[in-house]
């Protein structure tokens, strides 16, 4: 069976540093930070007092009132960014097929603020008697932002979330580019949504010692590969990619990104939310990713890396890099956007994607903030090209994404530049 090509036709990103895909990558090209101090609710009793919160986002510009109140802040996010995708991809409904065309949409957690609302307000009352809200359910399970943009379009083909922790948006991602591959869908609305940025939210991430607490400086707070990091800065947010088949794109005269070349999945099988300390399963799961796209160490010339700002976890990546790319790895340039974005969750795989697909469009590597002079780790080799604190113009030919969630889950996807 030959396999169809899969291209990129259409971006939308809601981020803290952008609400489109295109003041997203502007502010990222400028090292923006997107981190302050928390907004949503009070955080004067909580250890960490900051994240990338999204910014100036009002439901009403995309939602009437009556819809916005039926829709969780995850949600709301992903159908804001699946519109900018579907506005900039040229698409006519009244011209394509809408039964072959689907949406993957992952979220890691998907509703919590509904959830919280919801579970508290029983709790208060509960005297009176169970009263929950008619959409407590469709507001807070994790597939809706899926339905709900398969609703708003009419598409009829394949219709989930895919549930990853950090790696969910690369693996809908990586499904959505399969199904295309395989000829079982012609154009797929791909990638992710996230809104934890909430008192059990933070507080969990507390809890387990994961979030950085430099409560006095939080737009240098995410700072990948850097010695005195200290946890990660949660983000919030969405992404959105329209994948589509090559001859259907050309067909409708469509503007094309890039193209998707392969996708990696593994596992560490190590722990529950630390990664393996040698990298294995990111070392795997780069290498399968290779091995999809029928491509060299070498054809590689940027990697957006998962890239936490984690102890452990930025050591393991820069070891897994070296072990696959070998002295290439020296040649390549390496970026962490959650140094500006902060990790959002289930939706930083889309993020970071859409960042990869710019950086090939664009010839230009967003940089990794917030390094200062002599703050090295004595684990991680800084002959590797870290793109340190300012973006850096050079031919990228192909890209490759990681994202590594709790559980042990990885994923990598590869784009490059799309030739006929």
């Known amino acids: 069976m030959e396999l169809k090509r899969v291209v990129v036709t259409g971006i939308g990103a809601i981020t803290p ?10 502010n990222a090209v400028n090292g923006l930070s997107g981190a302050g101090e928390i907004t949503h609710f009070d955080v004067s009793l909580f250890k960490t007092r900051f994240a990338c919160e999204v910014k100036n986002f009002d439901p009403l510009n995309y939602f009437e009132k009556a819809e916005a109140r039926k829709l969780d802040r995850y949600a709301q996010y992903g ?16 011209k394509i097929d809408r039964d072959n065309v689907g949406v993957i949409f992952a979220a890691g957690i998907g509703g919590i603020q509904t959830f919280e609302q919801e579970v508290g307000n029983y709790f208060i009352n509960a005297e009176q008697g169970p009263k929950f ?6 507001k807070m399970i994790s597939d809706i932002a899926a339905g ?9 083909g394949p219709n989930y979330a895919t549930s990853s922790a950090c790696a969910s948006s690369t693996n809908a991602l990586i499904d959505a580019y399969n199904y295309i591959r395989l000829g079982k869908a012609a154009m797929i609305f791909a990638g992710g949504a996230e809104a934890a940025i909430t008192p059990s939210g933070v507080g969990g991430f507390n809890a387990m010692k994961a979030l950085s607490t430099r409560n006095d400086d939080p737009t240098h707070a995410s700072r990948p590969f850097s010695a005195s990091r200290d946890g990660f800065v949660m983000g919030e947010g969405a992404g959105c990619i329209i994948l589509e088949e090559l ?6 005269g469509a503007k094309i990104l890039a193209e998707v070349v392969g996708g990696g999945l593994s596992a560490d099988a190590y722990h529950l939310t630390a990664s393996h300390p040698e990298g294995l399963g990111a070392k795997l799961v780069m290498e399968r990713a290779l091995k999809d796209a029928a491509m060299k160490p070498e054809d590689i010339d940027y990697i957006n890396v998962h890239g936490t700002s984690t102890p452990v976890g930025d050591i393991s990546e820069a070891k897994a890099i070296k072990e696959v790319f070998g002295e290439h790895a020296y040649k390549l340039n390496i970026s962490g956007t959650k140094s500006m974005t902060g990790h959002l969750l289930g939706a930083a795989g889309a993020v970071e994607a859409i960042m990869a697909i710019f950086a090939v469009d ?8 917030n390094h200062a002079d002599g703050d090295n780790d004595p684990d991680i080799d800084y002959n590797l090209n870290f793109t340190f604190n300012k973006a850096q113009k050079r031919t990228v030919r192909a890209a490759l994404s990681n994202t590594f969630g709790f559980g042990g889950h990885n994923a990598s996807i590869i784009v490059k530049k799309f030739e006929l």
Do not use: C
Request: charged content about 20%; hydrophobic content about 45%.
């Open 17 to 26: 540093i952008g609400n489109s895909s295109a003041e997203m990558w502007k």
């Open 148 to 156: 709900q943009i398969s609703i708003m379009y009419g598409f009829r």
């Open 362 to 369: 664009n010839d230009i590597v967003p940089p990794t903030i």
């Open 247 to 252: 001859e259907h794109a050309l067909a409708r």
């Open 79 to 94: 159908i804001a960014a699946a519109k900018e995708a579907f506005e900039n991809s040229g698409i006519n409904l009244e």
């Open 133 to 138: 809200n008619p959409f407590f359910i469709p």
